[in-house]
T-cell receptor, first 113, second 116 residues
Framework: GENVEQHPSTLSVQEGDSAVIKCTYSDSASNYFPWYKQELGKGPQLIIDIRSNVGEKKDQRIAVTLNKTAKHFSLHITETQPEDSAVYFCAASSAGSQGNLIFGKGTKLSVKP | EPEVTQTPSHQVTQMGQEVILRCVPISNHLYFYWYRQILGQKVEFLVSFYNNEISEKSEIFDDQFSVERPDGSNFTLKIRSTKLEDSAMYFC??????????????FGQGTRLTVV
């Protein structure tokens, strides 16, 4: 079955710097890759997603890139702010699945003012 | 903004007891999900539910687990005889369409289940 690996597990950056979180997946049939942000005491919240027919997607300070050949995808946050501090999860889902998201272990991002 | 709500926020139960975790999905959503997150570990898929039946389930979702939509608004997860290893944060989620087709699955804030 699908396995998603996420790195790093913790990431500390200065406010204004960029942050990059990387994930790899094992199932070449996966075609949907969301990223979730989880703040303390809250459930995961979708921040951006990408489907396998697209190589890159951007939404203001957040971008995701997908390399299907290498089976990896990355989250890029530019001009980081303290409110970006949270745990970020990548996930992957296979074609035909209606909800079986396979999550990475998460990255705890700390943005220092 | 519509949201998925879960109750209770924290549940403590004795090993062997039955628990029911409750969720109110977003009203126009058709797909419902349960996930769990053991402390310090990955968020894991348990089950998806559509049209009043289970559409997909993981290996974790064994005979001790069941889901139900008892009325038009609630979606419940029942654990029949809790074990210590069931201690985790349980997240309910819903989406307008299946996750792969929909733009978003909305998650609730979670129920922390502690089995003692």
């Amino acid at each position: 079955g699908e396995n998603v690996e996420q790195h790093p597990s913790t990431l500390s950056v200065q406010e204004g710097d960029s942050a990059v979180i990387k994930c790899t997946y094992s199932d070449s049939a996966s075609n949907y890759f969301p990223w979730y942000k989880q703040e303390l005491g809250k459930g995961p919240q979708l921040i951006i997603d990408i489907r396998s027919n697209v190589g890159e997607k951007k939404d203001q300070r957040i971008a995701v890139t997908l390399n299907k050949t290498a089976k990896h995808f990355s989250l890029h946050i530019t001009e980081t702010q303290p409110e970006d501090s949270a745990v970020y999860f990548c996930a992957a889902s296979s074609a035909g699945s209606q909800g079986n998201l396979i999550f990475g272990k998460g990255t705890k991002l700390s943005v220092k003012p | 903004e519509p949201e998925v709500t879960q109750t209770p926020s924290h549940q403590v139960t004795q090993m062997g007891q039955e628990v029911i975790l409750r969720c109110v999905p977003i009203s126009n959503h058709l797909y419902f999900y349960w996930y769990r997150q053991i402390l310090g570990q990955k968020v894991e898929f348990l089950v998806s539910f559509y049209n009043n039946e289970i559409s997909e389930k993981s290996e974790i979702f064994d005979d001790q687990f069941s889901v139900e939509r008892p009325d038009g608004s609630n979606f419940t997860l029942k654990i029949r005889s809790t074990k210590l290893e069931d201690s985790a944060m349980y997240f309910c989620a819903s989406s307008e369409n299946g996750v792969v087709w929909s733009t978003e699955a909305f998650f609730g804030q979670g129920t922390r289940l502690t089995v003692v």
